[in-house]
């Protein structure tokens, strides 16, 4: 079983930064990938950003320019460093991490953490 434990997050003005991390613990043998996903309210969760074991990184067009996501393997973090933030990047900010817990196939895990609320005022 894999834990998540995200920090950060919290209240802005419109144009500040906020910086959330993503810390994984449990029986972890290998992270494949590790990403940060968005829900505001009355809309489906979304994806952020993600960044898969090779360094490849994905953003939403919504975030490119603004976001960074960064992961620091020997800690099983993941950051994601917000600037530039904007009234629509209210959300609930969630970690996801995908990876296996050995060498066997079905020690795969697809863990969420709890959520961490970014509220950015106009």
């Known amino acids: 079983q894999v834990q998540l434990v995200e920090s950060g997050g919290g209240l802005v003005q419109a144009g500040g930064s906020l910086s959330l991390s993503c810390a994984a613990s449990g029986i972890i043998f290998t992270i494949n990938a590790m990403g940060w996903y968005r829900q505001a309210p009355g809309k489906q969760r979304e994806l952020v950003a993600s960044?898969?074991?090779?360094?490849?990184?994905n953003y939403a067009d919504s975030v490119k320019g603004r976001f960074t996501i960064s992961r620091d393997n020997a800690k099983n973090t993941v950051y994601l460093q917000m600037n530039s933030l904007k009234p629509e990047d209210t959300a609930v900010y969630y970690c996801?991490?995908?990876?296996?817990?050995?060498?066997?196939?079905?020690?795969?895990?697809?863990?969420w953490g709890q959520g961490t609320q970014v509220t950015v005022s106009s």
């Open positions: 960044i898969n074991s090779g360094g490849s990184i």
């Open positions: 996801n991490v995908l990876g296996y817990g050995s060498y066997y196939p079905s020690s795969v895990f697809d863990s």
